[in-house]
Nanobody, 121 residues
């Protein structure tokens, strides 16, 4: 069993910064990719950023230049540094990961429970 736990969400003023963390735990062999998605009320879940094999990163156009995704392999943790936050960034942010467990090499997709980010004055 693998669990993803997000943290770091909260209330921040426009133009402020916030760093989200997602820690993976359990019977982990290899984490191939991790990413962040977000979902605002009444809207579909959208991809924010991904990091593949600890190096290749991808960002949604709406967050390029403002958000940075990184990964600490020793801690099985992915981070999302969010700068210059805007009200439209308000959403529940979900961690996603493709992980192979110790039971085998087949990767599975896992989701965290989500953490609320609110950008408001």
């Amino acid at each position: 069993q693998v669990q993803l736990v997000e943290s770091g969400g909260g209330l921040v003023q426009p133009g402020g910064s916030l760093r989200l963390s997602c820690a993976a735990s359990g019977s982990i062999r290899t984490i191939y990719a991790m990413g962040w998605y977000r979902q605002a009320p009444g809207k579909q879940r959208e991809l924010v950023a991904t990091i593949i094999l600890s190096s290749t990163t991808n960002y949604a156009d709406s967050v390029k230049g403002r958000f940075t995704i990184s990964r600490d392999n020793a801690k099985n943790t992915v981070y999302l540094q969010m700068n210059s936050l805007k009200p439209e960034d308000t959403a529940v942010y979900y961690c996603n990961a493709h992980i192979a467990t110790r039971a085998g090499w087949s990767p599975y997709e896992y989701w965290g429970q989500g953490t609320q980010v609110t950008v408001s004055s």
